[in-house]
C-alpha cells in the first residue's frame, strides 16, 4: 500500500513521519521532493536557483517525480511506502506559482507517476490562528517566508485536489494532541 501525508509546513508532519517509523517498522518510508539521488540534485537547483521560471520548476519537480516513481515506488509496490509529501504538494505550490489549473497539472504529474497514484492519502490541516502560533516556535524557511496567507491558500488547493481524486483521504485537525492524529492516522492506515 502506498501512502502519502500531505500538509504545509508547520503542521506536524516531520513528527508524525517519526512515530509511524516506530509503528510500522517494515515500511519503506520516502519524501518528495528528494526522495532520490537525483530528487536530491533537483532539491538543491530549485532551493538556490533564484531565476528559474515557474514552468520550468514545475517540470524539474515533474522529474523528480518519475524518478521517485521508478526507484521507490515501483520497486516496493507491494510493500507499506508511506511518503513525507507527493504530487498533492506538488501540485499546490505549482498552481500558486504558476497559476496553471489543477486539472492540467493533475495530467502532468499522473504523465510522470505513470499513472501509479497513492491508495491513501492524509492531509493535515492548520487554521490561520494556529498557523501564526506555530511560525513564532522557530526560524522561518524559505517557504515559510512567503507568509501566512501563501501558505493557506496552498492548503486550500491541497484539499481542492484531493476532493477532484477517486483516493481514500483523510483529513486531520493540526490542533489534535500529537498522540490524537497519530491514533487517526494509524488507524487509517490500517484500515482495510
Not at 517509523?21 to 532551493?47: H, M, Q, S
Amino acid at each position: 500500500m502506498y501512502v502519502i501525508l500531505e500538509g504545509i509546513d508547520r503542521v506536524g508532519k516531520s513528527t508524525q513521519i517519526e512515530l509511524l517509523k516506530k509503528e510500522f517498522k517494515d515500511a519503506i518510508f520516502t519524501k518528495e521532493p528528494g526522495g532520490t539521488e537525483f530528487g536530491k540534485k533537483i532539491r538543491e537547483i530549485v532551493l538556490y536557483e533564484k531565476e528559474i521560471s515557474p514552468i520550468a520548476e514545475i517540470f524539474l519537480f515533474l522529474a523528480d517525480r518519475n524518478e521517485h516513481i521508478q526507484k521507490v515506488i515501483k520497486p516496493n509496490i507491494d510493500r507499506l511506502i508511506i511518503s513525507d509529501r507527493g504530487f498533492v504538494s506538488g501540485i499546490a505550490y505549482a498552481k500558486v506559482k504558476s497559476n496553471l489549473s489543477i486539472e492540467k497539472l493533475l495530467k502532468l504529474n499522473l504523465t510522470a507517476m505513470e499513472d501509479i497514484v497513492p491508495d491513501k492519502i492524509i492531509l493535515i490541516k492548520i487554521d490561520e490562528s494556529e498557523l501564526k502560533k506555530r511560525m513564532h516556535i522557530q526560524e522561518l524557511d524559505s517557504i515559510e517566508k512567503r507568509g501566512i496567507e501563501y501558505l493557506l491558500e496552498v492548503q486550500k488547493i491541497m484539499e481542492e485536489t484531493i476532493k477532484k481524486l477517486s483516493i481514500q483521504y483523510l483529513l486531520i485537525d493540526a490542533k489534535l494532541t500529537i498522540e490524537e492524529i497519530n491514533e487517526k492516522i494509524v488507524d487509517f492506515i490500517k484500515k482495510v
